[in-house]
């Protein structure tokens, strides 16, 4: 009788989550979800932190939404800004936030996006080679498996977390740029992932400051889940800067069906709703290499180090704004 009462009370606190963290307030961001027929209709919905962030001050236990801006986090409006290091007294710490999209039911929004698109106003000017503003899907369960609105059960295609699919939509800074598919067939997920990045593919001055994607700019990233029989056949990406667009490369396949789930896998997952997960970060190991040095990107090797970046770009930051998903074609109109 005891144990099995025990294990009840066990379950439900598993269920619920450390019930401190439910009064933590998130930061606001209005996101659009759009139809062709209906247009945009404004979402109420808002941000959360990692469960794992680690802060400035305060724990996780005691989460306010001033530790949000502790952890380099804050919006305004639609705008959400993520910034590496932040300022405690006179020393700069990397903070690296991660943050999830969370609806006003205090569950992650589910965007369901086979044969839709997303689309998301970026500003990479002030992130250096060796950074990744990373904003990206990953197949959490909506009520992370917990207490999504505490920021529980993060998972991605390397298995951090638990093993799911992830798509990578963009993961870049000023120099370099690359949307990457990583889906998992059960816990065998393509880790490497099939990607499409212009440097790679030849583009040398696609992606950058004053180029034909001028990064120094705002502009406008839109990703397309094409579909075609129910599957997924590609994924397409253009961009719109200063009410010009430029179409970019585009990913149809995906490795092995048979091993990984392939592009099919991939869009499976987005059929049935993933998760918008958004991060900055860089890494002392790799310094990004897979994305902006050698054959990926024109930066330096070295370059990239965290400790270059701390001292060269205390300021890392990135913006992201206008996040719409809905109907292919219906999220850039007017
Ligand atoms: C957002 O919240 C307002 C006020 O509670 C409500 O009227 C509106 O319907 C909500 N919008 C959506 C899309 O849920």
Redesign the pocket.
Known sequence: MYSKLSSIGLVAWLLAGPAIAQTEEHPLLSTWKCTTSGGC????TSIVLDKDSKYAKGTAGSRTAADYAAMGVSTSGSALTLTHYVKSGSQLNPASPRVYLLG?DGKYVMMKLLGQELSVDVDYSDVPCGENGAFYLSEMAADGRGNAAAGTGYCDAQCQGYCCNEMDVLEANSRANAMTGHPCNGNNCDKGGCAYNPYLSGQRNFWGPGMTVDTSKRFTVVTQFQASGGRLSSITRKYIQNGRQISSGSISNCGSEGSTGGLTGMGAALGRGMVLAISIWNDATQQMAWLDSGNNGPCRSGEGSPSNIQSQHPGTHVVYSNIKWGDIGSTTKG
């Open positions: 209709i404004q979402q109420n006003d």
